[in-house]
């Protein structure tokens, strides 16, 4: 089986602007998590999804957002680029939110300039 | 909330030797999970050991043990008979069965092995 991929892996954006970035969870499963990684703050959870429809989130504002598709893709957009939003943002997924054990994509390294 | 503390920022060892990555918890839960995540410079975080609350068995996959305490909420790590491939960040991870069901990671610890 494929594993958790992501897109991009690298991505370079100014302060103010908005990014999109993408996770496909393993084949069959339906519980995709987001995680904002930074030396400062170590690893936060961001918000899970499952079946579409957002079951947690972590404490991060409101320009943190997310959405998960039929095919249990998932997307999360950040708005207004803030310079502390430069991070390493890995993306887990899971069966289901009943399984403990959650697999991690490479991540997408987020820089904002 | 769940807090999950590793004291170490870093560690380092002789290839062949044992070391033990330490790490405390603290919940009001009776019944959780704990786990230990590999993370190489490749940045991939990987699943190393899992441990069930309930079960006074420690975990073991391998090279790889933990020595569970759950009345004194400590889960360490033992890597035995080290190996270059595994230098990493490992992280001690915290995941409840009520509630928000997440990973609350530990700040990470430097595993360093030397040749």
């Known amino acids: 089986k494929a594993g958790v991929t992501q897109t991009p892996r690298y991505l370079i954006k100014t302060r103010g602007q908005q990014v999109t970035l993408s996770c496909s969870p393993i084949?069959?499963?339906?519980?995709v998590s987001w995680y904002q990684q930074t030396p400062g703050q170590g690893l936060q959870f961001l918000f899970e999804?499952?079946?579409?429809?957002?079951?947690n989130k972590g404490n991060f504002p409101g320009r943190f957002s997310g959405r998960q598709f039929s095919n249990s893709r998932s997307e999360m957009n950040v708005s207004t680029l803030e310079l502390g939003d430069s991070a390493l943002y890995l993306c887990?997924?899971?069966?289901?939110?009943?399984?403990?054990?959650?697999?991690f994509g490479p991540g997408t390294r987020l820089t904002v300039t | 909330a769940q807090t999950v503390t590793q004291s170490q920022p870093e560690m380092s060892v002789q290839e062949a030797e044992t070391v033990t990555l330490s790490c405390t918890y603290d919940?009001?839960?009776?019944?959780?999970?704990l786990f230990w995540y590999k993370q190489p410079p490749s940045r991939q975080m990987i699943l190393v050991i899992r441990?069930?609350?309930?079960?006074?068995q420690n975990a073991t996959e391998n090279r790889f043990s933990v020595n569970f305490q759950k009345a004194a909420k400590s889960f360490s790590l033992k890597i035995s008979d080290s190996q270059l491939g595994d230098a990493a960040m490992y992280f001690c991870?915290?995941?409840?069965?009520?509630?928000?069901?997440?990973?609350?990671f530990g700040q990470g610890t430097r595993l360093t092995i030397n040749p």
């Open positions: 999804y499952f079946s579409e429809t957002q079951r």
């Open positions: 441990q069930e609350a309930y079960k006074q």
């Open positions: 991870a915290y995941h409840g069965i009520q509630g928000a069901q997440k990973l609350v």
């Open positions: 084949s069959g499963h339906r519980s």
């Open positions: 919940t009001s839960e009776s019944d959780y999970y």
């Open positions: 887990a997924s899971r069966p289901g939110p009943t399984t403990v054990e959650q697999y």
